[in-house]
């Protein structure tokens, strides 16, 4: 827990959010500025800055993260069609949430394949 952390704040019923999925370990809640048909955020409870800031003991929490992903997707009716797991990892990433988080997006077609290099 961070005392200065919204998503934090969201685990603790602090702040509002619209929580699809929760665990003794993780939380996904719907992203407050989708920039797809879904777009929804999974995160871990623990509060890890960013994926560099991941121990090795955390290992199978990040396993556990995208065995939620996979759960949400399925329930999301994402999982025929397919979907994008995103990790931004520190400021040339743009990441503006400094809780560890996987954006999974899905509902439409998504064109740029960031892992060729087109997309920003
Ligand atoms: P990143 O840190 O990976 O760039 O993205 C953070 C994401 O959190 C953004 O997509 C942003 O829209 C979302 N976000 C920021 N603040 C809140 C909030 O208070 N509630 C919810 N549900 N999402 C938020
Ligand atoms: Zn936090």
């Known amino acids: 827990m961070s005392d200065d952390c919204i998503f934090c704040k969201i685990i603790n019923r602090e702040l509002d959010a619209d929580i699809v999925y ?3 370990h993780s939380i996904a809640f719907k992203d407050i500025n989708p920039v797809a048909p879904v777009h929804i955020l999974v995160a871990p409870k623990k509060h890890i800055p960013t994926l560099q800031d991941m121990d090795k003991e955390d290992e199978p929490l990040i ?3 995208h065995g939620v992903i996979n759960e949400v997707a399925r329930a999301f009716k994402l999982d025929t069609k397919g979907y994008r797991v995103v990790i931004n990892c520190g ?3 743009g990441q503006i949430v400094f809780h560890l ?3 999974l997006l899905g509902g ?3 064109l740029q394949n960031l892992a060729q290099g087109r997309g920003a």
């Open 101 to 103: 988080h996987l954006h």
């Open 108 to 110: 439409r077609p998504l």
């Open 91 to 93: 400021s040339d990433a």
């Open 22 to 24: 929760e665990d003794e």
């Open 63 to 65: 396993g556990h993260l």
